[in-house]
């Protein structure tokens, strides 16, 4: 799954989840329109919206399993 999807599965708004995870909801839009990269996203913004969606970062990056 993906931010967007996990967001969504969880019925919360991208400035709901802004507020909750302290992350800008302009990076969370980005990041849902592919327009920023979230594999690139500091290790804070990413355990920020883990915590705020109470989820695995493998939820919301693309983590390839080798």
Do not use: F, H, T
């Amino acid at each position: 799954m993906k931010l967007k999807d996990v967001r969504q599965d969880k019925n919360i708004s991208q400035r709901e989840l802004s507020k909750l995870s302290g992350v800008s909801i302009r990076n969370i839009q980005a990041y849902e329109q592919g327009q920023i990269d979230i594999n690139n996203a500091s290790a804070v913004s990413v355990y920020r919206l883990c915590k705020a969606l109470n989820c695995k970062y493998e939820d919301i990056l693309d983590v390839k399993n080798s």
